[in-house]
Each structure stands twice: as structure tokens, then as C-alpha cells.
């Protein structure tokens, strides 16, 4: 059977499903004898490459743990280099990774820890690796200030402010953000806190605390990876038409019959996805970008933008052994201001096969309460700001209050240790999922009413949908800096082509 199929009869998260809406105007994978296959009534869907890795295991992201010097702090080395990686079999396909071919380590890092990141630039070409979703001085933040030149070192030292969460970490460089985490630049940053080690949440990395990076990518007739830009590329943002897990098509991981936790990262340039798994499986999201939700809720279907993530568990304990479990993902077909998602193209991410002994420290029972850390609360005098995302039209770029990103050009400054309300007004017709670098934020309305549960918590990105208002609740930097923190649109070629301003913290 052909494990690349159309699937649409899956439950989608109704209060997310315009998400997709112009978010990917490509499907996933090619259509070929819709209706009209063997089979006669499934709309078979033929990938466009057949990556030597389909069906393979499941890579697992190794976890690096750093090493502590005399001084008490937790250093990290990373370097960026070019490699390649065997997509289709006997093709090398030039690929970009963080100590590795394709990429990156997950580094667990603690609260209250100073750690310093050593990266080394072996790329031939500018990067930056900005820490995303960490709370760390501007200086040390990686976003466009912080360029490291071709053969070039830098040292990002901070302490680690975060509460427990999973973040990533990618590059930032003007204008070669998209291309360069396409060829295979991202990694992870597990933060972990004194409330998560007190909680029974799942913690054994890839055993029963798996992460899973899902990006798309489009190939070359050749079998490289494919980042020229289409003008609809520059305007809806880059969509691949493979689905990879961990740099790898529809990959196989064994699970233990038990609870499990999953940490799932969008890291996909400009595709939302929204993830379910078969067997009608719930998803018990348990925390989203910045840090876990105040309960574990019950989610059918989760929705992602690119740049999201969130933390979920599963429990597999009635699976009979050997069962297999598809991981859905879905997109829109149809491109923008096409109305709904009723042409989603649903394709199986990857299987987990129930496998293996349940743990002895596995959980009978998901905790009914989480330590969620503090949501940011913003008082009646507040200052407001307000950021009008418009443009995109006739090819144009995209802007936040009308204007483009101009390195040069500081578009305001906050005071610092003070919470702010921040108001983004989506004027276009698609999706943007913003984010903000060195600051907590917890999201107070979306569309005028208050966030659903699995939307309250901390963030550091959130998808403003089309013609939709959210507000959200800013802490701003505890130290003030002259340095710039970006704010910008997560669909990467909408922030390489300007939709971005940065702001100073006094
Ligand atoms: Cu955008």
C-alpha cells in the first residue's frame, strides 16, 4: 500500500483550520490519478523525490549536554558547516548542519545557568545563530547585528532566564535567513527548570521524550535541495513538497507502550501544519513555545505556523504491540485568499510503531495540573503599541506599519523591565505568524476574545491570522541595551524581503 496517500478524513482543529488559509499555496505532494488509481476511490499521492530514508528510522536529535568549566559555566560549541546528505538513494545532496551534515544538536540548557555558545562560522559564507524564544541580552541575541563572517568565531554568553521549554535555534542573517535554513541550519535549545524536574512529565531524550522537526523541502531534478524562489515563493514564502521528520521522509520510530512526550517544532520556512495522529489518538498538549500550559488540554489535531512549537503527550499503554500509529500532517492546497482548508492535503509525516517494553519510570497518568510559570500581566497604564502588517500586493513586500526593515533605522525603544500591550492588525490575506526576540509575552485576545488555554501560557511566536487583531502582553528586556531586538514575521522570505523592524530597550 502506498503510504503517500490523500487523507481528508481526519478532524481538523476547527479553531485553527483558516490557518491555512494562504499559508502554502502548494500541496505537500504532487497529485497523480486522482480518483482514477487502482484502487479506483483514493487519490494517490506520488512524492516527488524518494529520499533513501523513507521508511528508515526515525533519526533521534542527539542531545549535548555542554561541558561546565572551573567557573560554573555550561559551554556549548557549535559549528557551522557545509556537508551533504543522501535524500535519494546514490545522490549526495549538498546540505548545511550544526556539527553534523544536516541540522543541529538539541543542547539542554538549565535556568539560572550562565552558559556561552561558542559557534565557529565554517560555511564560506555570513551566518548568525539566534537563540530562538531564549531571553537573552540583546548582544548575545544572534539576530542581524550579530553577523559572524565567513571563518569567524563568536561567543554568545548569557544566563539562561527561560523558564522550562523547547526552543530552537537557526540563523538570522539579512536576507539569507530562508535559504540557509532550508539547506539544513536548525537545532534545539531543551530548556529545563526546577518546576519540570519536579514534574512527572516523560524526560527520557528519544526514549520516551522524543522531538520532531518537521520541514518541507523541494528538490532538483538532480536531487538537490531546490531554493530558487518562484514570485509566488516571494509572496506566499517557500513551500517544499516533501514533508521531512528529523531530515527524513516518512521515517519509522519505535515507541514504548506507554505515555510518551513529544516535542514538536514548525520549522518549516512559510508552511503551517496541522498535525494529528491516526487510531484517533488524542493530543495532550502540555505546553507551547515558551513553557507549559496551566493544564494539559485534549487536542484532536493541533495547528503549528513556522517557527512554533509545542510539547504534547501520548499514550500508547493500549496499543497492542507492533501496532502502528501514522503521524498526520496537512496544508492547504489552493494558494491565498482561496476561503478554506477544504482542499487539505493530508500526507503521513511518519509511523510510530509501538514496540517496546513500557519504561519503569513510564507514568500511569498524565498530571492534571502543570507548573506553569507566571503568564505576563499587563497593568491598566500600560503603554500600546500597535503594528499594522500590510502589503503583498502586485508582488510587493510585505511591511509592518508601512515600512520595510532598514538595518540602519531604529523603529522605537522600550523601557526596559516594564510590560507593554502590543497590538498586531493583520490588513493582508494571509496568515503572518509574528515573533519578538528578548522578551515574554502571554497572548491576551485574539480576534477580540480570550485565547483558548493551548494559547495562553508564554510565547514567543504566534500566527496573526488574515484581517485578524491579537494582542498580547510584552515584557520587555530586564537590562537595557542600545543593541536592536528583532521583530519580525516568521514566514522567512517575508523577513528576508523587510517584514521585520527592531527596537532598543532604554
Ligand atoms: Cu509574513
Not at 78 to 91: D, K, P
Not at 194 to 201: K, V
Not at 380 to 399: E, K, Q, V, Y
Request: hydrophobic residues 45%.
Amino acid at each position: 500500500m502506498n503510504k503517500f496517500k490523500a487523507n481528508s478524513d481526519g478532524p481538523i482543529d476547527a479553531g485553527r483550520r483558516s490557518l491555512l488559509c494562504g499559508m502554502a499555496g502548494i500541496p505537500l505532494f504532487q497529485m497523480s490519478g486522482c480518483g482514477g488509481g487502482a484502487s479506483g476511490h483514493e487519490s494517490v499521492v506520488t512524492p516527488l523525490i524518494s529520499p533513501a530514508s523513507q521508511g528508515a528510522d526515525l533519526p533521534i536529535i542527539p542531545m549535548v549536554d555542554g561541558s561546565v568549566d572551573a567557573a560554573g559555566t555550561r559551554n556549548f560549541s557549535l559549528v557551522a558547516q557545509a556537508g551533504t546528505t543522501t535524500f535519494r538513494s546514490g545522490v549526495a545532496a549538498a546540505t548545511l548542519g550544526y556539527n553534523g551534515q544536516l541540522l543541529g544538536p538539541a543542547l539542554r540548557l538549565r535556568k539560572g545557568e550562565n552558559v556561552a555558545m561558542h559557534v565557529q562560522n565554517n560555511l564560506g559564507e555570513d551566518t548568525t545563530v539566534h537563540w530562538h524564544g531564549l531571553l537573552v541580552p540583546a548582544e548575545a541575541d544572534g539576530g542581524p547585528h550579530q553577523v559572524i563572517a565567513a571563518g569567524a568565531r563568536w561567543t554568545a554568553s548569557f544566563t539562561v532566564a527561560n523558564a522550562a521549554s523547547t526552543c530552537w535555534f537557526h540563523p538570522h542573517a539579512h536576507g539569507s535567513t530562508g535559504r540557509q535554513v532550508v539547506m539544513g541550519l536548525a537545532g534545539l535549545l531543551i530548556v529545563d527548570d526546577a518546576q519540570m524536574a519536579r514534574s512527572t512529565l516523560p524526560d527520557t531524550w528519544g526514549v520516551d521524550d522524543l522531538a520532531l522537526v518537521l520541514q518541507d523541502k523541494r528538490f532538483t531534478a538532480a536531487g538537490q535541495i531546490d531554493y530558487t524562489l518562484s514570485a509566488s515563493d516571494r509572496t506566499n514564502g517557500y513551500t517544499g513538497d516533501v514533508l521531512l521528520v528529523n531530515g527524513a521522509l516518512a521515517p519509522v520510530w519505535r515507541a514504548p507502550s506507554q505515555w510518551v512526550r513529544f516535542r514538536l517544532l514548525n520549522g518549516c520556512n512559510a508552511r503551517a501544519l496541522v498535525l494529528r495522529l491516526g487510531n484517533s489518538l488524542p493530543l495532550l498538549q502540555v505546553a507551547n513555545e515558551a513553557g507549559l500550559l496551566a493544564v494539559p488540554v485534549a487536542r484532536p489535531s493541533l495547528a503549528l505556523g513556522p517557527g512554533e512549537r509545542a510539547e504534547v503527550l501520548v499514550d500508547f499503554s493500549a496499543m497492542p504491540a507492533g501496532q502502528e500509529v501514522p503521524l498526520y500532517a496537512s496544508t492547504a492546497q489552493g494558494g491565498m485568499g482561496m476561503g478554506n482548508a477544504a482542499g487539505a492535503t493530508e500526507v503521513e509525516a511518519m509511523r510510530i510503531r509501538v514496540s517496546l517494553p513500557k519504561q519503569s519510570n513510564s507514568i500511569s497518568s498524565p498530571p492534571n495540573t502543570l507548573p506553569a510559570a507566571a503568564a505576563v500581566v499587563a497593568g491598566p497604564g500600560a503603554i500600546n503599541r500597535t503594528f499594522r502588517l500590510d502589503g503583498g500586493m502586485m508582488g510587493g513586500a510585505f511591511t509592518i506599519n508601512g515600512r520595510s526593515f532598514d538595518i540602519g533605522r531604529i523603529d522605537f525603544s522600550v523601557p526596559a523591565n516594564s510590560v507593554e500591550v502590543w497590538t498586531f492588525t493583520n490588513a493582508t490575506n494571509m496568515a503572518h505568524p509574528m515573533h519578538v526576540h528578548g522578551v515574554k509575552m502571554s497572548m491576551l485576545t485574539r480576534a477580540a476574545l480570550a485565547p483558548p488555554i493551548y494559547e495562553q501560557g508564554l510565547r514567543d511566536t504566534f500566527v496573526v491570522e488574515a484581517m485578524q487583531t491579537v494582542r498580547v502582553a510584552v515584557q520587555t528586556a530586564e537590562v537595557a541595551s542600545a543593541t536592536p531586538l528583532m521583530f519580525h514575521c516568521h514566514i522567512l522570505e517575508h523577513e528576508d524581503a523587510g517584514m521585520m523592524g527592531q527596537f532598543t530597550t532604554l
